[in-house]
């Protein structure tokens, strides 16, 4: 049951799993390498993201009312179901 999670230093994570906690809000700013993440079940109001490389992202079950993903140009897997989202920011590529 985290209620905090700092990754900041583990500058080569590409997987973080951290499904089921208490968690309000993750920065992954530093993480450029992370290429899956799953935090589903927890109780986000936000998510920070830096990561080019990350394919998948898992957030359902949060409390997010916007996800911003315009940096995470390789992201082919996303599943944000049951939040409480009002906006996604994407970059489209064509």
Known sequence: ??????????????????????????????????????????ELTSITLLAPALITLDCRGNSLAKLDVTHETALEKLNCANNQLRSIYHKIQI
Do not use: F, P
């Open 1 to 42: 049951k985290l209620e905090e999670l700092n990754v900041s230093a583990l500058k080569d994570l590409t997987t973080l799993t951290c499904m089921g906690n208490e968690l309000k809000e993750l920065n992954l700013v530093e993480n450029n390498k992370l290429k899956t993440l799953n935090c589903t079940g927890n």
